[in-house]
């Protein structure tokens, strides 16, 4: 039986109403004010500077992280820690970096991490990164509730190891359970490394063991049948162990039956890989 192509994008949030539109209009009316108090302030940062004639002043301006590597609390689930990236250079580039808690709705935790940086100045020599941790005061435990920063990732405390924090994916943070269904097919497709719109189609499937074959169109994009041009298709075979969070995949191959996959993985049933066929590029 063939399955549908895998979509991208978490799915938690389904739901949720006119509250995340809401706060979705709060971020855009601050990020406006944030540029108009830059272009304000402009005249005033590095006034030191600009006397001497040595150098321009780069204009301090608010910012947010390049990337959230990690969150983890502290103080009995009352703070959290989030480590972040930052630009990083010659000068000094940020300034002001702190974390602060924003709301708690339908059992997420919004926070935000900012700080002030002249990295967008070309001349201001903030052309690295460096990681830093930003701490946000929470008032009470976190529990079991989900924190999302920035209006971006999402992490989780259910399934992590204390006291770190799961990164959702693009399934969620509560993914199916494996099972031998469509819909769990799809978030194996979509926990593979593999190109977008990969078609699967299933070889095999028990409570611990899934087969896939994964077909990608490659080449040119062909338009009417006999303009001349041939498309390709590359196909993957995939083999995934069943987890608590969903389906993992193991081990790859084109090859027929058992024999080549059983060195990798000794331990899948022969019965799902004995009548395999050999996959060849298309």
Request: aromatic share 4%.
């Amino acid at each position: 039986m063939r399955g549908t192509e895998g979509q991208a994008g978490l799915r938690f949030f389904d739901g949720r109403g006119d509250g995340m539109w809401q706060r979705a209009m709060r971020v855009v009316v601050l990020g406006t004010a944030l540029v108009i108090l830059a272009g304000c302030g402009s005249g005033t940062a590095g006034t030191d500077e600009e006397t001497t004639g040595t150098a321009t002043a780069a204009t301090w301006t608010l910012a947010a992280p390049s990337r959230v590597n990690g969150i983890r609390t502290t103080d009995g689930g009352r703070s959290l820690v989030v480590d972040v990236d930052v630009p990083d250079g010659a000068r000094d580039c940020v300034r002001g970096l702190r974390g602060d808690l924003d709301t708690v709705e339908h059992g997420t935790v919004y926070v935000g991490v900012t700080y002030e940086s002249r990295s967008s100045d070309r001349a201001s020599g903030c052309t690295s990164t460096r990681r830093v941790t930003a701490t946000v005061k929470l008032g009470e435990p976190l529990a079991s509730r989900r924190v999302m920063v920035n209006n971006m990732e999402v992490y989780t405390p259910v399934g992590a190891t204390p006291s770190t924090l799961r990164e959702c994916g693009e399934n969620g943070c509560d993914p199916t359970p494996p099972r031998c269904t469509p819909s769990s097919y799809e978030q194996a497709v979509n926990d593979t490394d593999i190109p977008e719109h990969t078609s699967w189609e299933e070889r095999g499937c028990d409570d611990t063991w899934l087969v896939l074959d994964l077909s990608t169109r490659m080449g040119p994009a062909c338009g009417d049948i006999g303009d001349g041009c041939t498309p390709s298709v590359v196909s993957q075979r995939w083999f995934y162990r069943a987890e608590s969070l969903g389906w993992r995949p193991v081990a790859a191959n084109r090859e027929a039956g058992c024999a080549g996959i059983r060195k990798i993985v000794p331990e899948i049933p022969e019965r799902l890989c004995e009548s395999l066929p050999r996959l060849d590029r298309g």
